[in-house]
């Protein structure tokens, strides 16, 4: 059976993403320590909050260079998305530095926080494998991240200005929206993921 370990790093839906993945097929591990993600086939980034918060928390609990070195499947899910990136103008803070860029306040925006139901515009990538363009997602954000490089982005959505809203770099995948609170369309990514993990896994 496919092994997926969610981070608990004090601020994540964690019972929805794992009953998402169970109901894939994943064997589903809650990990808060390096020794908890060894061996599992695929890892998940969640969060809510902010980055600086994130960060101290990943750091103490010593997952920061375990993150920086996984070299599996890896979904990172709202701030988890935020966090592949360099540094975020919310607070100041730099994050992981796994994709080169940085995260931004979204503008033009006539609300913040951006909360709801938003279209996007899906690339073709094996985490969208069965969904249509244009699906609808829940967000719950006020900042996203920029690349340096436009060709990580596989997913774009608009709060009145464009933003990305999903990213891909290797084996790292990641999402502003919430895929568990994302109805069938977020479910069918967790199971996607779940499949691409099997795969990668299958191959290694």
Same mark, same amino acid.
């Given at each position: 059976?496919?092994?997926?370990?969610?981070?608990?790093?004090?601020?994540?839906? $964690?019972?929805?993403?794992?009953?998402?993945?169970?109901?894939?097929?994943?064997?589903?591990?809650?990990?808060?320590? =390096?020794?908890?993600?060894?061996?599992?086939?695929?890892?998940? $980034? =969640?969060?809510?909050?902010?980055?600086? !918060?994130?960060?101290?928390?990943?750091?103490?609990a010593?997952?920061?260079?375990?993150?920086?070195?996984?070299?599996?499947? &890896?979904?990172?899910?709202?701030?988890? &998305?935020?966090?592949?990136?360099?540094?975020?103008?919310? #607070?100041?803070?730099? !994050? &992981?530095? $796994?994709?080169?860029?940085?995260?931004?306040?979204?503008?033009?925006?006539?609300?913040?926080?951006?909360?709801?139901?938003?279209?996007?515009?899906?690339? #073709? #990538?094996?985490?969208?494998?069965g969904?249509?363009?244009?699906?609808?997602?829940?967000?719950?954000?006020?900042?996203? =991240? @920029?690349?340096?490089?436009?060709?990580v982005?596989?997913?774009?959505?608009?709060?009145?200005?464009?933003? @990305?809203?999903?990213?891909?770099?290797?084996?790292?995948?990641? @999402?502003?929206?919430?895929?568990?609170?994302? !109805?069938?369309?977020?479910?069918?990514? $967790?199971?996607?993921? @779940?499949?691409?993990?099997?795969?990668?896994?299958?191959?290694?």
């Open positions: 059976m496919t092994s997926v370990a969610v981070i608990d790093h004090g601020a994540g839906n $964690l019972v929805s993403i794992a009953q998402g993945l169970r109901r894939a097929g994943a064997e589903v591990r809650i990990a808060a320590t =390096p020794e908890e993600i060894d061996g599992a086939d695929g890892l998940v $980034l =969640p969060g809510v909050g902010t980055t600086a !918060a994130a960060m101290e928390r990943l750091q103490q010593g997952l920061v260079e375990a993150l920086r070195h996984w070299e599996r499947p &890896l979904l990172g899910i709202c701030i988890g &998305l935020q966090l592949f990136f360099d540094f975020s103008e919310e #607070d100041g803070s730099m !994050a &992981l530095g $796994l994709i080169p860029g940085t995260v931004r306040r979204l503008g033009n925006a006539p609300l913040l926080p951006h909360m709801g139901w938003n279209d996007v515009e899906l690339r #073709d #990538d094996p985490i969208f494998e969904i249509r363009n244009g699906s609808t997602f829940y967000f719950v954000h006020s900042f996203a =991240p @920029v690349p340096e490089n436009g060709a982005v596989i997913g774009e959505s608009a709060y009145d200005d464009p933003f @990305v809203a999903a990213v891909r770099s290797g084996r790292r995948v990641g @999402v502003q929206f919430h895929p568990e609170r994302s !109805a069938e369309a977020g479910l069918k990514i $967790l199971a996607n993921f @779940v499949e691409i993990s099997k795969e990668n896994a299958n191959a290694a």
